[in-house]
């Protein structure tokens, strides 16, 4: 048992990231599933079943993502040989185990997504989270063979007590926050473990589903993102690129994925990595 005394060291205007780089970009996926019985809160006709139905088009809907979703995800990067950060939920590794031994071999980081979606950190007792922690740590370790270091609740939503916990569990970083461009760590007592952000501006779910845009408007907030990231920002900071596999691994917004991969490949002016090398390099910057 770890300090529940919470303490926060943040990284300073001087920081930089790899090669000097004063901007950084992290490519997401979220390989999303849920528990049996479950679906997915929203489906894309937008309008819910009446409560205690099982609502087969949601369900069906958020099964796009390991049957073809995710093959087309790692197609797009393997084309920009740019590593990613897949959030992968344990039920996966569980029902769909091929795919996820799939990233591990392609090289990307596995961040651990919970068991499934409909299992959030806040909802659950301490007792209840240790346990989503270890049977989701233990199901994807027993696939890939190595322990992810990363962790990222469903909707990014831990618990007050959450980020204590998965660092006792031996987790290196986390998701579950939105209030820095960088990351920071926080330390219980002598253990630490580092949050990085999970910025929303690029996000194909919010864009698509709760504001109704089309995949081209993703592109353009990327582009208007950078830009103001480039030109009129001059401290350090970093912002996600984001996926799902359910509603982006489609044809009809995959291409904006593949798009902004092309654009930001060999760029000078910024870092592009994964959520495991921001933590590692932050940790050793922040001192």
């Known amino acids: ?3 529940s005394e919470r303490s926060v060291t943040r990284a300073d205007s001087a920081f930089r990231w790899p090669n000097g780089a004063r901007v950084g970009i992290i490519f997401n996926v979220a390989y999303e599933g849920w528990s049996d019985g479950q679906t997915p809160g929203i489906g894309p006709m937008g309008n819910p079943l009446k409560p205690g139905f099982h609502d087969i088009n949601a369900a069906s809907w958020g099964l796009y993502g390991p049957v073809r979703g995710i093959w087309r995800a790692l197609e797009i990067a393997a084309r920009h040989g740019i590593k990613m950060s897949v959030m992968t939920n344990g039920v996966l590794a569980e029902k769909w185990p091929e795919t996820v031994r799939a990233i591990h071999q392609a090289g990307h980081e596995i961040v651990a997504h919970s068991y499934g979606m409909d299992i959030i950190p806040v909802y659950l007792d301490e ?4 346990e989503n922690i270890r049977r989701t740590t233990g199901l994807i370790a027993n696939v890939t063979g190595a322990k992810p270091t990363g962790w990222i609740s469903p909707r990014g939503t831990g618990s007050p007590i959450h980020a204590r916990l998965l660092a006792e569990a031996g987790y290196q970083h986390h998701g579950d926050c939105n209030d820095d461009d960088l990351p920071y760590r926080e330390n219980f007592g002598p253990v630490g473990i580092m949050a990085l952000s999970l910025t929303m501006d690029v996000n194909d779910l919010p864009s698509a589903i709760r504001y109704g845009n089309n995949a081209r408007a993703l592109l353009e907030q990327f582009e208007d993102t950078l830009s103001a990231c480039l030109t009129r920002e001059t401290v350090p900071m970093f912002f996600d690129v984001t996926i799902h ?13 593949d798009e902004i991969m092309k654009r930001v490949s060999g760029m000078k002016e910024v870092w592009v990595g994964t959520r495991e090398e921001a933590a590692r390099h932050a940790d050793k910057s922040i001192g």
Not at 127 to 130: D, E, N
Not at 245 to 257: K, L
């Open 127 to 130: 007792a209840a989270q240790r």
């Open 245 to 257: 596999t359910h509603v982006y691994g489609r044809p009809a917004g995959a291409w904006v994925f």
């Open 1 to 3: 048992m770890i300090s």
